[in-house]
Nanobody, 122 residues
Framework: QVQLQESGGGLVQVGDSLRLSCTLS???????VGWFRQAPGKERESLAA????????TYAGSVKGRFTISRDNVKGMVHLQMNNLKPEDTAVYYC????????????????WGQGTQVTVSS
């Protein structure tokens, strides 16, 4: 069983940048990793996903151009660089992994982290 741990969340101001990290405990090879977020009272929203070893990426339209997903396969980490943050980006951010497909669907992911809070203050 693979475990994922998110880090890098916090309280920032509008227009700031933040980089989230997701560390996989094992089974990094052939992993597809996605980033998602969930705001209070809302459904979990897909943001971005990356293939192994990082040659393909996909983004939700709502964050394309502001968020960038990347991975460091030596360290077993996947990052989400978030720029020009807005109050509506406030949410708990999750990473997840599957070993089948590059996807933005929450239903394709098998293992999830506990999440990290991002709060954007105006």
């Amino acid at each position: 069983q693979v475990q994922l741990q998110e880090s890098g969340g916090g309280l920032v101001q509008v227009g700031d940048s933040l980089r989230l990290s997701c560390t996989l405990s094992t089974r990094t090879i052939n992993s597809y990793v996605g980033w998602f977020r969930q705001a209070p009272g809302k459904e979990r929203e897909s943001l971005a996903a990356i293939s192994w070893p990082g040659t393909r990426t996909t983004y939700a339209g709502s964050v394309k151009g502001r968020f960038t997903i990347s991975r460091d396969n030596v360290k077993g980490m996947v990052h989400l660089q978030m720029n020009n943050l807005k109050p509506e980006d406030t949410a708990v951010y999750y990473c997840a992994v599957n070993y089948r497909t590059l996807s933005l669907s929450v239903y394709d992911y098998d293992f999830w982290g506990q999440g990290t809070q991002v709060t954007v203050s105006s």
